[in-house]
């Protein structure tokens, strides 16, 4: 099971820290991912963590503004996401791709 957490209502140029909490697998054995959902839009790819937290990569739109992270000891995968603007305004999910397990989401937007 995958439980996201953080998101919310922020300004532009704003931060969010998202938090997603794994349960039910060896979480610190397989590579992380977090996706996001814009309005009316195909879910997308946003970033990909190794098992590790040693490597990861990031989608072109996010590069350089959003921080992945994993904490194997509490299970937590997080995103940093820095310099916010009204593009990013998305459902955000964690997935766990070994198990195809997704979260239910948490709901980021960005306006004044």
């Known amino acids: 099971q995958l439980v996201e957490s953080g998101g919310g209502l922020v300004q532009p140029g704003g931060s969010l820290r998202l938090s997603c909490l794994a349960s039910?697998?060896?979480?610190?054995?397989?590579?992380m991912r977090w996706y996001r959902q814009l309005l009316g839009k195909e879910r997308e790819w946003v970033s990909t963590?190794?098992?590790?937290?040693?490597?990861?990569r990031y989608a072109d739109s996010v590069e350089g503004r959003f921080t992945i992270a994993r904490d194997n000891v509490k299970r937590t995968l997080s995103l940093q996401m820095d310099s916010l603007s009204v593009n990013d305004t998305a459902v955000y999910y964690c997935?766990?791709?070994?198990?195809?397990?997704w979260g239910r989401g948490t709901q980021v937007t960005v306006s004044s």
């Open positions: 039910g697998f060896t979480f610190s054995n397989y590579p």
């Open positions: 997935h766990a791709p070994v198990h195809d397990i």
């Open positions: 963590i190794s098992d590790s937290g040693d490597f990861a």
